[in-house]
């Protein structure tokens, strides 16, 4: 019965080990197995009686048995021993388990009393108890990587981390806080942030982040202010923070970052200065600038812009389109090129602007609008996109440049037909002056026959007619001949106020306008005469139902502005004669042509087109300045500006002489003219007046017959002669040898020979071709009787 009990005892005994959730094995002294549990067999893989009586080497990985055979030998001195290690399983898998071995002692009975006593115990083997504890290593090794990764994130990471416990202390802050932020962490740990940052309760931001902090609020990016406790520097952070709970629901504290953004900051403030500079620089400047996004939405556009738009009476602002914008271009009707094709234009605008790349040439075109009060306006347009998709539309007003562009082209213009024509008057008045002067001859000849006499008198008409369009011609070509001298304006429109009032008529009016301490100008004075009676009439001509003609003297001075926008002018003093009408006026297509040569609005017969041309020529010529300012149905202003005479007080007076003392008296005569027909003529012309003469074809052939001996009163030259010798340095060289020798100079275009700009030297007479027999005998008694200095002086008597 007792057996049976044991038995049941064991089984039960046994039953237990096998389900205890450890593998449990026996191992007496000699490392060899005595008892091995289920959980064991189960683990290896092998039963039980292949188990025992074998030793752990036969089971056990080498490595595995290598590492626990020290602790089996200390074990069997007595010494429990724990650890932990790594065991091969049945299907090969290596698996964490909790190794204890625990000594079995055996008591050895003492010799005296018979009894065993403790000290007397002795190792007969130890138990091994082995639990697996690999899904718990699994969870440390992952819980230690974790917690490494997060350091290492900490530790690379530009942010700093933080944590609050639950009474808002800083109870962990990470190293970057001093590296980054400037923060001794000594000096924030156990202290609330605001106590640290903001002990009076002062600062906006720490009074949001307490409030937040203490509502367990979360928050992002929440700006600070603070001042570096390591570094003395104040700087700017960006705070983000979470709530804590356990698992229960109680607050148990905050865990957030920081990042410093000072840098940030200070390089948004740099870019909002230099942004600031450059907006600044654009309302500067005289160009209209906008901005669009890629969506073609306008963000940006300067003063200049807003007032552009509103002279051409554009409703356009920010955040409208540029389409919207060549739709109000469309509707103000501002570009009359789109006119009768509006949308097919703002269809090739809108496809320009999409096409634009990000190059660096961008696109540019010039455009011409009509703003509301009817100016025009030009501009050069540039529309450059960058890589972002935004496009920057600046648009110069160039209005000043293309007038000027405008009066280039017709200053460049004027002087090339003024070339031609000069060239074409120079071989013209040779012709005329041979024409002219035979016909002289003729005319004394035919006292007895009328009727030719008539003939005669009508071919001299036609002559002189031709000889006139010549002198016009010159003048327009700044090539006549001038003789300036210090005018009083006032005074010389006085001389003429009865010949413009006969010239006007009855029906128009004329008004005067003199200013006080007129300034005395240098110029022409008859061929001011002639500007302003040509003025004077065809303002008479616009005035057809009769009006109002006011002539207007004032001093001037254009300045370095005006006169840089004008095409041959230069700042300084003038003299201003203005002509003023209250007839029709002129279109601009008439007004861009009133002073070419032949132009006419007139009907054919009614006008030659060579008044204002030449107007316009001898201002040109004078270095004056010539405007024009003119309405249809209003009027038109001819402002002419002449030079003031500085120094000058009294005009030079020009002395006149009568027909009556034109006669020679046997005065010797070279002549030196190079175009046979007229070096003929004017032999004979002078013979028939009661010189004697002699000619010759050029310079040096003159020279020639002067050095033979021969003695003259008066050398007559053409101004432009063949041969490497013009007419003035022949009269230098003459009068280097012959002082007392008389020169008179003929020419019909001088080429400056005898002319500087279009001015007469001092000391020379010219006797202008062609010309009538009348003209030279006048022109020789003037150089016979100038004044000469004693020691040259001849009588030739008279």
């Not at 000027?404 to 002087?415: C, F, G, N, S, T």
Request: glycine share 8%; with cysteine; aromatic share 8%.
């Amino acid at each position: 019965m007792a057996e049976s009990i044991l038995r049941n005892r064991e089984d039960v005994l046994q039953q237990v080990i096998d389900n205890v959730p450890a593998m449990i094995a026996y191992i007496d002294t000699d490392l060899r197995y005595r008892f091995v549990n289920q959980q064991y067999v189960d683990l290896v893989g092998i039963d039980a009686d292949a188990i025992i009586g074998k030793r752990p080497e036969e089971f056990l990985d080498s490595e595995v048995f290598g590492f626990a055979r020290p602790m089996m030998e200390q074990v069997l001195t007595g010494v429990a021993v724990q650890f932990e290690n790594k065991i091969i399983l049945k299907d090969g898998r290596r698996s964490w388990v909790s190794v204890k071995f625990a000594p079995d002692f055996e008591a050895v009975p003492s010799a005296q009393a018979g009894k065993a006593e403790p000290e007397n115990r002795v190792v007969r083997g130890f138990y091994a108890l082995m639990v697996d504890i690999d899904e718990r290593k699994r969870a440390e090794e992952a819980q230690e990587e974790s917690e490494q990764r997060f350091r290492d994130i900490v530790s690379a990471s530009s942010d700093w981390f933080w944590e609050l416990d639950a009474d808002f202390k800083m109870s962990y802050l990470s190293d970057r806080a001093e590296v980054v932020g400037g923060i001794q962490i000594e000096q924030m740990i156990g202290k609330t942030p605001w106590s640290v940052n903001d002990p009076d309760g002062q600062d906006r931001f720490w009074r949001e982040c307490r409030g937040l902090i203490e509502a367990h609020a979360a928050f992002r990016d929440l700006r600070c202010q603070y001042k570096g406790s390591a570094d003395g520097k104040v700087h700017h952070a960006a705070l983000s923070g979470l709530p804590l709970f356990d698992v229960a629901g109680t607050f148990i504290g905050y865990r957030g970052s920081a990042n410093d953004i000072t840098k940030e900051l200070d390089a948004i403030k740099e870019r909002e200065r230099v942004q600031d500079f450059f907006v600044k620089a654009l309302e500067m400047l005289n160009v209209n600038f906008a901005l669009y996004d890629p969506d073609e939405v306008m963000i940006y556009r300067n003063d200049t812009f807003k007032k552009f738009a509103k002279g051409a009476g554009w409703n356009i602002g920010l955040g409208d389109r540029y389409e919207d914008l060549l739709k109000e271009i469309m509707a103000s009707g501002a570009v009359e090129e789109m006119v009768g094709r509006e949308q097919e234009w703002i269809e090739e605008r809108l496809q320009s602007f999409r096409a634009l790349g990000t190059d660096e040439q961008g696109a540019h075109f010039r455009v011409r609008y009509r703003w509301l009060d009817g100016s025009i306006h030009w501009t050069d347009s540039s529309r450059i996109r960058t890589a972002e998709g935004y496009t920057l539309a600046g648009n110069i007003d160039v209005t000043d440049l293309v007038a000027r562009e405008e009066q280039l082209r017709q200053a460049q213009k004027m002087e090339a037909v003024g070339q031609l024509t000069g060239g074409i008057a120079h071989d013209f008045n040779n012709i005329l002056a041979v024409v002219l002067g035979n016909l002289d001859l003729l005319t004394d000849h035919l006292d007895e026959l009328p009727e030719c006499s008539k003939l005669t008198f009508k071919a001299i008409r036609a002559a002189e007619r031709g000889a006139l369009l010549t002198q016009r011609l010159l003048a327009f070509s700044r090539q006549q001949p001038l003789m300036p001298t210090p005018t009083n304006i006032n005074a010389l429109v006085n001389g003429i106020e009865e010949l413009l009032r006969g010239a006007l008529g009855e029906q128009h009016e004329l008004e005067f306008v003199r200013a006080a301490g007129l300034w005395r100008c240098e110029v022409d004075p008859s061929q001011v005469e002639n500007a302003v009676l040509n003025l004077a009439i065809n303002a008479r001509d616009s005035m057809q139902s009769g009006g109002r003609l006011t002539i207007e003297t004032a001093n001037a001075h254009l300045d370095d502005e005006y006169a840089a926008a004008q095409v041959e002018l230069s700042p300084g003093q003038y003299v201003m004669l203005a002509v003023t009408d209250t007839g029709c006026g002129m279109p601009p297509d008439v007004k861009a042509r009133i002073f070419e040569p032949f132009f006419t609005t007139k009907e054919i017969g009614q006008g030659s087109g060579l008044g204002l041309s030449m107007v316009y020529g001898f201002v040109k010529q004078s270095g004056g300045h010539i405007s024009v300012y003119s309405e249809e149905g209003e009027g038109t202003t001819i402002k002419i500006y002449l030079p003031r005479a500085i120094g000058q007080d009294e005009p030079n007076v020009v002395q006149s002489h009568r027909p009556g003392d034109s006669a020679g008296r046997g005065q010797r005569v070279l002549v030196v003219e190079d175009e046979q027909l007229v070096r003929e003529l004017t032999r004979d012309l002078l013979e028939d007046l009661g010189y004697a003469v002699v000619t010759a074809d050029t310079g040096r052939a003159a020279l020639e017959i002067l050095e033979g001996g021969e003695a003259f009163e008066v050398l007559l030259s053409d101004a432009v002669l063949p041969g490497g010798m013009n007419g003035r340095q022949l009269a230098e060289a003459v009068k280097e040898r012959w002082p007392a020798m008389r020169v008179l100079y003929m020419s019909g275009y001088t080429e400056n020979a005898i002319i500087h700009h279009g001015r007469l030297d001092r000391d020379a007479v010219l006797l202008q071709k062609p010309f009538r027999k009348k003209d030279l005998a006048l022109k020789m008694r003037e150089v016979l009787t100038q004044e000469m200095p004693e020691d040259k002086a001849r009588d030739w008597g008279d």
